[in-house]
């Protein structure tokens, strides 16, 4: 058992460290390219390019804090695609259900109303610096991180009192700054090769 303890604290570890290296608030995210979505078509930030603002979720399958968030996510990507404000999930996982099948099944139950993309190589989730599912960033015009770490302050939909994307989104929308860049993400962290 101690073993198996020392075990998850290394990979735990290593996989901070492989994230820890990403991009920061005023960062120009690198332009991914190539990532299946649950559709079947390869995407690119440049799929995006129409959007004022981009809404990046890294996100997984297995994880019961996602499955919680499903339902906010769907309400807001449809709230604000008419607004220019585009919603993307992103899955960066390891694990036994986190592939493309998986995903269309989950995309599915879940009714997803975005885009939801496998990052294979996890080159995107290492990029932005993503350590848990669910980690929201938000991205400017100029596709600068003006935005990093929980969707809203509580797990349980009910007992939200903070809303931090949507705050800032509407900051954004208004001309003005986000009103917090960071906040303390939460949710099963994404193990990195």
Known sequence: MRNQSIAALLALSVSFMAAANG???????PAWQGLRGTDNQLHGLDDY?????????????KCPCVKGYEGRFNRFAQQYADKGVRFVGINSSLGELE???EMKSRSTVGRYSYDYLRDEDQAVGRSFGALKTPHVFILDQNRRIVYSGAFDDNRIEAAVRKHYVTDAINALLAGRSVPLARTHQFGCAITYR
């Open 23 to 29: 991009a920061d608030i005023g960062d120009v995210v």
């Open 49 to 61: 390019q129409d959007a004022r603002f981009v809404v990046v979720a890294f996100l997984c399958n």
């Open 99 to 101: 592939n493309l099948n």
